[in-house]
């Protein structure tokens, strides 16, 4: 085999920036020895250090560089010159140290050797093969393993043994620098980095990638990837290598089962949470079976009946917020979510029994978030606890529902059938009513928090809101009908899941059959994410996506939004992954809206309306608030 060809392209900044360090390097080495008085002894030491400061960095990107023609180059040059270094050394040390001086030199464990010529002539071989032949070749590739493995032991034992200060320093930064460059290389390997097909992006820390930097911030975790790489980029996240798509035509491609899939695709501890088998983790025809059976308690004629529950709860706390006149309104969202949540799925009223079940699923949630360790006093563990609990009050309301039917979702979910007649056992049941519960709960504080907040900080949409509700919903209970004619209340619930940093991401789905997306190889067996939160923020599809503006979704321009454009709640048809809830919620903050824009109004006292970093961002001083009946005259609206 012919393996002498021609030089490698080299460019001028990549030989300028390494030959100007081994110059200043070498340079200091053989200054500082004039200040010894062993002159070329200590020429001989210093070269050494030296050649082992070059060394660091050339074995760290021989380990590191991959398939980058870069990294590769500045590999063969650091390799150079520091072997040209360690020429230096064996010159001072073989032809100018004398004998009398080599004797307690050795004593210091760098005497020349045998070892130390072997090492020079096979590190020079491998110089030569390495500017002027075929690297692919498998030979050349095993023995450049043996000469770095060779010159690594070579540099620690002549760092680290019976050696003191600055000697031991480079030493203990050698040994470390190699222990990373290892396990990092390890990491990358194992997921395929060094594939150049792949899509841009990094795979973090080594084992734990990126899990810290999603789990520390999960909506500036997305954005940050989406400016940095583009619409689809690669990471690793808790334990396997994951591709994230954002954008429309990106979530589009997510949505494809033909790729794609569910099933065993989320991290163990979000099964576990979830009972191990609901419809965030089904796909197929179980999934397509129980979705179509779940979604018969999301009709308009389902709508009706729940809206006499969700007014239930308004009146209730309405006036509750009345007499308190002054407090922080996110506490007593979640108060209200838990007794919507609660009279949905168990039948349960407004009141301390109710809200009790909200702070069994605070408790949950947090366990999404928390380190999976199952321990009694930890998150996870309280969350399992919290899981149970739920489950157990479930099961109650099963019993109950069937000895007395009654008009609220449970109830529905209890007798609705499959387009093969089919039903959910209660065990499925109780798995799917638990999803939906935190679902639901997290969905109905989130919105009414960010209702609120908008429509205090808005005059002018507050102001036109309420003009609709006098026109079409002035007195009197609603139903769905009447619903459909706020149209400006909806556009404002759309906006609402668009604008603020709700839902960060889907569930995760897994790469079942390799595929490629913008010439980008996605492989099979990786995981896949899409990007809710970010995906509607791109200004090419929502011109200033940072400001509210309902008009968005007027309907002209809803319908010429690109395919999964809008995706607050997943993407795709009704009963592929998108969440059943959506309409609901869109239901339920107009009813919320309606009551109270008939009666009160409310001003928000300066207080810190940062958001903060939770699973579902809140403002951080809980959205104090001043609350009272509304009048025309401003200065009487809030007492």
């Known amino acids: 085999m012919e393996i002498f060809k021609s030089k490698k392209k080299i460019s001028l900044a990549e030989f300028a920036n390494t030959f100007l360090a081994f110059g200043i390097i070498l340079i200091a080495a053989l200054i500082a020895a004039e200040l010894k008085p062993?002159?070329?002894?200590?020429?001989?030491?210093?070269?050494?250090?030296?050649?082992?400061?070059?060394?660091?960095?050339?074995i760290y990107l021989y380990i590191l560089h991959g398939k980058s023609a870069n990294k590769n180059n500045y590999w063969?040059?650091?390799?150079?010159?520091?072997?040209?270094?360690?020429?230096?050394?064996?010159?001072?040390?073989?032809?100018?140290?004398?004998?009398?001086?080599?004797?307690?030199?050795?004593?210091?464990?760098?005497?020349i050797t045998a070892s130390e010529l072997i090492l020079a002539l096979w590190w020079g071989l491998d110089i030569s093969l390495a500017w002027f032949s075929d690297s692919s070749a498998t030979w050349i590739k095993k023995q450049r393993i043996g000469v770095n493995i060779y010159a690594g032991l070579s540099f620690l034992v002549g760092t680290l043994i019976g050696q003191q200060g600055f000697a031991r320093i480079l030493g203990i930064i050698l040994a470390i620098s190699?222990?990373?460059?290892?396990?990092?290389?390890?990491?990358?390997?194992?997921?395929?980095?060094?594939?150049?097909?792949?899509?841009?992006?990094?795979?973090?820390?080594?084992l734990i990638g990126e899990t810290i930097a999603l789990a520390w911030d999960n909506h500036q975790f997305y954005r940050q990837r989406f400016q940095k790489y583009g619409s689809v980029f690669k990471t690793h996240l808790f334990?396997?290598?994951?591709?994230?798509?954002?954008?429309?035509?990106?979530?589009?491609?997510?949505?494809?089962?033909?790729y794609f899939t569910r099933e065993k695709a989320n991290p163990q501890p979000i099964q576990e949470l979830l009972d191990w088998e609901s419809l965030p983790l089904l796909d197929g025809s179980e999934h397509r079976r129980r979705k179509k059976i779940i979604l018969e308690a999301f009709t308009p004629q389902a709508f009706d009946k729940y809206?006499?529950?969700?007014?239930?709860?308004?009146?209730?706390?309405?006036?509750?917020?009345?007499?308190?006149?002054?407090?922080?309104?996110?506490p007593e969202y979640r108060k209200m979510s838990a007794s919507l949540t609660n009279a949905l799925f168990t039948g349960g009223s407004p009141g301390p029994e109710s809200e009790a079940v909200g702070e069994v699923i605070e408790t949950f949630l947090k366990g999404f978030t928390s380190i999976p360790i199952n321990l009694r006093w930890n998150a996870y563990g309280k969350a399992l606890q919290s899981r149970d609990k739920l489950l157990a009050l479930i099961d109650k309301a099963i019993i109950q529902h069937r000895q007395q039917p009654q008009s609220d979702m449970l109830g529905l979910l209890l007798t609705a059938r499959g387009e093969d007649g089919s039903t959910l056992t209660d065990e499925q049941l109780r798995r799917e009513v638990l999803h939906l519960f935190f679902a639901a709960y997290g969905?109905?504080?989130?919105?009414?928090?960010?209702?609120?907040?908008?429509?205090?900080?808005?005059?002018?949409i507050i102001s036109r809101a309420r003009q609709e509700v006098n026109q079409y919903a002035s007195s009197g209970s609603l139903n769905f009908a009447q619903l459909q004619n706020l149209v400006y209340l909806k556009q404002i619930a759309y906006e609402l899941r668009r604008f603020y940093p709700i839902n960060a991401a889907t569930f995760f789905g897994l790469v079942k059959k390799e595929s490629k997306f913008q010439n980008f190889r996605i492989p099979q067996g990786w995981g896949a994410v899409g990007g809710i939160h970010t995906t509607m923020h791109i200004p090419?599809?929502?011109?200033?996506?940072?400001?509210?503006?309902?008009?968005?979704?007027?309907?002209e321009k809803f319908a010429y939004l690109p395919e999964n454009s809008y995706v607050p709640h997943g993407g795709?048809?009704?009963?592929?992954?998108?969440?059943?809830?959506?309409?609901?919620?869109?239901?339920?903050?107009?009813?919320?809206?309606v009551h109270l824009l008939r009666q009160y109004n409310w001003e928000l006292p300066p207080q810190n309306l940062e958001l903060n970093r939770n699973l579902f961002p809140i403002p951080r001083d809980g959205l104090k608030v001043k609350f009272g009946i509304y009048a025309e005259n401003p200065k009487q609206k809030v007492s």
Do not use: M
Request: charged share 15%.
């Open 38 to 58: 062993n002159l070329n002894l200590h020429r001989a030491i210093y070269s050494f250090w030296a050649s082992a400061i070059l060394f660091i960095p050339a």
């Open 76 to 111: 063969l040059l650091l390799w150079t010159f520091s072997f040209l270094a360690y020429l230096v050394h064996l010159f001072y040390e073989v032809f100018l140290v004398p004998d009398s001086i080599k004797a307690t030199f050795a004593i210091d464990g760098t005497a």
């Open 178 to 206: 190699i222990l990373v460059g290892l396990l990092v290389r390890y990491h990358n390997s194992r997921n395929g980095q060094d594939s150049e097909d792949l899509p841009p992006g990094s795979y973090g820390l080594p």
């Open 239 to 258: 334990g396997k290598p994951v591709i994230a798509f954002i954008g429309p035509e990106a979530f589009t491609f997510f949505l494809n089962q033909e």
């Open 307 to 330: 809206i006499p529950l969700i007014e239930q709860a308004a009146t209730y706390y309405l006036e509750r917020w009345e007499k308190l006149g002054s407090f922080a309104w996110i």
């Open 443 to 460: 969905g109905i504080y989130i919105s009414l928090t960010f209702l609120s907040l908008t429509l205090a900080q808005h005059p002018e």
């Open 540 to 555: 090419q599809i929502f011109p200033e996506p940072e400001t509210f503006q309902p008009c968005r979704f007027a309907a």
């Open 572 to 593: 795709g048809a009704r009963d592929s992954h998108r969440c059943p809830g959506e309409d609901l919620i869109t239901v339920l903050i107009k009813v919320i809206a």
